[in-house]
């Protein structure tokens, strides 16, 4: 049963327009959320986080909403840009206590901007 | 550079091989982890080790070996796999204290069995 689910396997967003990346959870005891971005022959690197007591959080053209209560979280990316086209990753972590991370991960999103 | 270093980048063997995957981390972190991404599927937590200490095995098959000889290096070793474990490998650490879950990952190890 998958905990962390991303709907859409791809999306073509043209430049300079809003790509809005969506991601679902079933787990209610999950209190921190966080968007990995991977380009080919990569690792996920980090992009932005949220805790579950916010419900925007904002950091330069990146912007993730949580939605508690449709257990629910979006990225927003504006603009666009073609460097932004890699597959995105939701992740969520329920109450780590401090000692190491384990992070339960969606399938991620392919993020296409065209010219 | 993400200060997560895995080798080798590709790794092609047979089902009766035995192979090692190596990762080392010049962040100063206190835990890492084997991931496993396949195709169309989330990433799979394997293993954990915190200060050394293997602290999670995710129901691994144990033709999956992990060995942490100290917090800068983990190893998987691999024998007799099946053509199905063909996948990326991705190591990751963390700081200690990581409240937010923040991995930092290798550029992974991509895993053929024939």
């Known amino acids: 049963d998958q905990q962390v689910k991303q709907n859409s396997p791809s999306l073509s967003v043209q430049e300079g327009r809003i790509s809005i990346l969506n991601c679902d959870y079933t787990?209610?005891?999950?209190?921190?959320f966080l968007w990995y971005k991977k380009y080919p022959a990569e690792g996920p690197t980090f992009l932005i986080s949220i805790s579950s007591i916010k419900d925007k959080n904002e950091d330069g053209r990146f912007t993730v909403f949580l939605n508690k209560s449709a257990k629910h979280l979006s990225l927003h990316i504006v603009p666009s840009q073609p460097g932004d086209s890699a597959v995105y990753f939701c992740a969520a972590s329920a109450g780590n206590t401090g000692t190491a991370s384990k992070l339960t991960f969606g399938t991620g999103t392919r993020l296409q901007v065209t010219l | 550079e993400t200060g997560v270093t895995q080798t080798p980048r590709h790794l092609v063997m047979g089902m009766t091989n035995k192979k090692s995957l190596k990762c080392e981390q010049h962040l100063g972190h206190n835990a890492m982890y084997w991931y496993k991404q396949s195709a169309k599927k989330p990433l799979e937590l394997m293993f954990v080790?915190?200060?050394?200490?293997?602290?999670e095995n995710n129901s691994v098959p144990s033709r999956f070996s992990p060995e942490c000889p100290n917090s800068s290096h983990l190893f998987l070793h691999l024998h007799t796999l099946q053509p199905e474990d063909s996948a990326l490998y991705l190591c990751?650490?963390?700081?200690?204290?990581?409240?937010?879950?923040?991995?930092?990952f290798g550029e992974g190890s991509r895993l053929t069995v024939l």
């Open positions: 080790y915190n200060f050394k200490e293997q602290t």
């Open positions: 990751a650490s963390s700081p200690q204290g990581a409240r937010t879950g923040e991995l930092f």
């Open positions: 787990n209610s005891m999950f209190d921190y």
